[in-house]
Every structure is written in C-alpha cells, then in structure tokens.
C-alpha cells in the first residue's frame, strides 16, 4: 500500500497536521450518532473511522486532512470519527468497526461498495471519490478537484 510519506511515517508532503489546520480543520469531527446522521444527509461521504493511538492513523491523518481541504465537489462530506470517544458507536452491528483505520464511502445515507482499500495518497482517495461519484452517476465531466 502506497502512502503519502516515507516508512517510518516522516517526510510527510502534505507537512504537519498543525500546518495544515493553520487556515481552519477541513475533515469534519463527527461527534456521536447525530453528527453522523448529519453528515450522511448529504450525497456522498467519506468517513475515517479511526482511533487516535493507531499509529496507521496518525500517518493518515494529513492526507485525510489534505483530501478534506481539497475536494470541492457539491453535498460532499470528508469526515472522521473518533473511535475511542465514540466506541459505542463504532462497535454497533450496522457500523462493525473492528480495524483502524477504516475508510467508508457513503452515498445518500447508505454505505457503497466495500471499505477503502487503496492507497493512502490524496490522489488515490481522490479517484476514489471520482469512481463513486460517476457509479452513482452523481458526478460529471465538469467536476474536478485541486491535485
């Protein structure tokens, strides 16, 4: 699996999480089964589920930052969800969170396709995003997004 910085987790491209929540925090904090109802009313979401002493999430974390900053496209939401401040929540049968990081598309509410198992670079997530988006035939060619 690629990702966005070298082996032991440094060298990071997109900098340090402070520096890229200089200008404002662009992946949303879900907090709680409420907050993710809301996020899930848009069309599409992409979710982090993770937990904050997984050493696989602290190398996602700017990347996931970086794709929240970056994607622009209409009703989309980059969220993420502490597992650790939520585990009820994360241990529900509907949700089934056992592995962390794991990375879950939604459309309309609902979850699509199987969890992210690509590549953890923005550009990867990125076309990721796109794929759902033109499977859903929600997206178009005059959608696009900062590389």
Known sequence: MVHDHDSEGGNNIHGTIESLHADGVHAVDIKGEE????VLKNDFAFVDFYA????????????????????????????????????EMC?????????FPTLRMYHK??????DYKGDRTVQAM????????EETEEG????KFER
């Open 52 to 87: 904050p002493w997984c050493i696989w999430c602290q190398r996602l974390e700017p990347a996931w930052e970086r794709l929240g900053e970056t994607t622009s496209f209409p009703s989309t939401v980059i969220g993420k969800v502490d597992c650790v401040e939520n585990a």
């Open 140 to 143: 178009g060619e005059e959608e």
């Open 109 to 114: 509410g609902e979850k699509w396709g199987g």
């Open 126 to 133: 990125k076309e990721f995003l796109v794929h759902a988006r």
């Open 91 to 99: 241990r529900k049968k509907e949700h089934g969170i056992r592995a």
């Open 35 to 38: 907050g993710l109802k809301e």
